[in-house]
């Protein structure tokens, strides 16, 4: 084999390795994400269920932690994914802080369980997968 045949077989290489690398950060950037709000999901309900209501100071800071959490993660993950895609979940946590203020706590809970929805569908959908590359 000739000197550029070599040369363009290590270029190809080195750019598979880069992908690869680049959608393994990215597939463990999500699910630590979204594993993270899973279990900030799971605390909001616990100390609910703890209170007896949504109306409470516990729960209100428990909400505002996942918004926080989530404008953090959400700008950094626009980078990796369809940044409308990920909007929606954000849209239903502000619902949640919404209905802590207007005491419906059925509703809360209906935007509570749309997020958990969310996650196992982003995390279905987001990973690194050859569905994904194709």
Same mark, same amino acid.
């Given at each position: 084999?000739? $000197? ?49 209501? #949504? ?12 918004? &926080?959490?989530? /404008? $953090? ?8 994914? /369809? *940044?409308?895609? #990920? ?5 239903? #946590?502000?619902?949640? $802080?919404? &209905? ?5 706590? #059925? ?8 997020? $958990? *929805? ?5 995390? *279905?959908?987001?990973?690194? /997968?050859? *569905? /994904?590359?194709?």
């Amino acid at each position: 084999m000739t $000197k550029a045949i070599w040369i363009r077989l290590v270029s190809i290489c080195v750019l598979i390795l880069s992908l690869a690398a680049i959608c393994i950060v990215e597939d463990k950037l999500v699910d630590t994400a979204l594993a993270r709000v899973e279990n900030m999901c799971v605390e909001i309900e616990l100390a609910v269920e703890k209170n007896e209501g #949504i109306v409470n100071g516990e729960v209100a800071s428990l909400v505002d932690n996942l918004e &926080y959490f989530w /404008n $953090k993660q959400e700008s950094v993950m626009c980078f990796v994914v /369809n *940044h409308k895609t #990920i909007e929606q979940l954000g849209v239903e #946590i502000v619902r949640l $802080k919404t &209905y802590i203020d207007e005491e419906e706590q #059925i509703e809360f809970y209906v935007s509570l369980e749309i997020i $958990k *929805h969310y996650i196992e569908t982003f995390q *279905h959908v987001m990973g690194a /997968n050859l *569905h /994904n590359v194709f």
